[in-house]
């Protein structure tokens, strides 16, 4: 599954999910999540029984093997609306275990700053931590002055760049891999 933390319609890391898809191991199918801006706020008073948007998120989050996620940086932390739909899936629907706990989980990020999305994957790492996600640790992938190369009129991501995007995705294949050997008791 592959969310991007963007709702902007010509979103960089949107476009880099594109990328991702392109140079992905052949064993990657990605699932784009595009309903990122039709979760309600999260909110206790109405998670049991849960909206169907959310149900939506978790049952195809449950189905997937992994999670890829491409952040911007929005005021030095992770945008709202990704921030809400990890909320959502910080909670078990009734009957089922954390959609999030031992879920390979790579970050990507880009942005127009020559930082990148640093500061958001760093709180999004935390996040994720905390919620028990198995998350890729190396290599990290911040792409800064993103619209140099992920333009719609560019060719696309410089070699350097895809072969740290490609090393990422490997690892997250490599976490899959673990994450389907492990035996439940």
């Known amino acids: 599954m592959a969310i991007s933390g963007s709702l902007r319609r010509a979103s960089f890391n949107t476009r880099l999910l594109d990328e991702a898809a392109k140079l992905a191991p052949e064993v990657f199918q990605f699932d784009l999540y595009e309903s990122l801006g039709n979760l309600p706020h999260f909110n206790e008073d109405h998670e049991m029984p849960a909206p169907p948007a959310v149900d939506d998120l978790r049952r195809r989050l449950r189905a997937a093997d992994g999670l890829l996620i491409a952040t911007p940086e929005y005021n030095a932390s992770v945008p709202g609306a990704l921030k809400n739909a990890i909320d959502w899936l910080s909670r078990p629907s009734e009957g089922e275990t954390l959609p999030l706990k031992g ?5 990507i990020g880009a942005s127009m700053s020559p930082l990148g999305t640093v500061r958001a994957q760093l709180s999004l790492r935390q996040i994720l931590h905390k919620l028990d996600a198995a998350v890729v640790r190396q290599p990290e992938f911040i792409l800064g002055s993103a619209h140099a190369q992920l333009e719609e009129r560019s060719s696309g991501l410089d070699f350097a760049t895809a072969e740290v995007l490609r090393l990422v995705l490997e690892q997250l294949r490599t976490l899959i891999d ?4 492990v035996s439940v008791t």
């Open 103 to 107: 879920k390979p989980v790579a970050i």
């Open 178 to 181: 673990r994450a389907s050997h």
